[in-house]
C-alpha cells in the first residue's frame, strides 16, 4: 500500500507542477507580455492575480521547499513551474 501512495503522490504533484507552469506561462505571454489584454480570459486571469497578488510567491516557496527538503522523484517536473514563475514576477 505504501509504494502505491507514493506512486499516486508522483504522478499527482506532477499534475500539479504542469498545471502551476501552464497558468504561469499563460499569464506571461498573455498578461505581462500585454499580447491579449482585450480578451476576456486574460482580463479575468489579470483582475484575479490581482486579488490574490502572493499566489504565485505562496507556490514558488511550496516548490522550493519541496524540491530542497523532500525525498522526491520527479524533481524536474516540479522545477519546471518556476521558471515561469520567476519570469512572471522578477523582483519574487
Not at 486574460?42 to 530542497?68: Q, R, W
Amino acid at each position: 500500500m505504501e509504494v502505491w501512495s507514493f506512486v499516486v503522490e508522483n504522478s499527482v504533484t506532477c499534475l500539479c507542477a504542469s498545471a502551476v507552469d501552464n497558468l504561469a506561462t499563460f499569464y506571461f505571454n498573455n498578461v505581462t507580455g500585454g499580447v491579449g489584454l482585450g480578451s476576456k480570459p486574460v482580463s479575468a486571469m489579470a483582475s484575479h492575480m490581482a486579488d490574490c497578488s502572493n499566489l504565485f510567491l505562496e507556490i514558488l516557496k511550496t516548490l522550493f521547499d519541496l524540491v530542497l527538503f523532500e525525498d522526491s522523484a520527479n524533481q524536474w517536473s516540479l522545477s519546471r513551474p518556476m521558471l515561469s514563475i520567476i519570469l512572471v514576477d522578477e523582483q519574487v
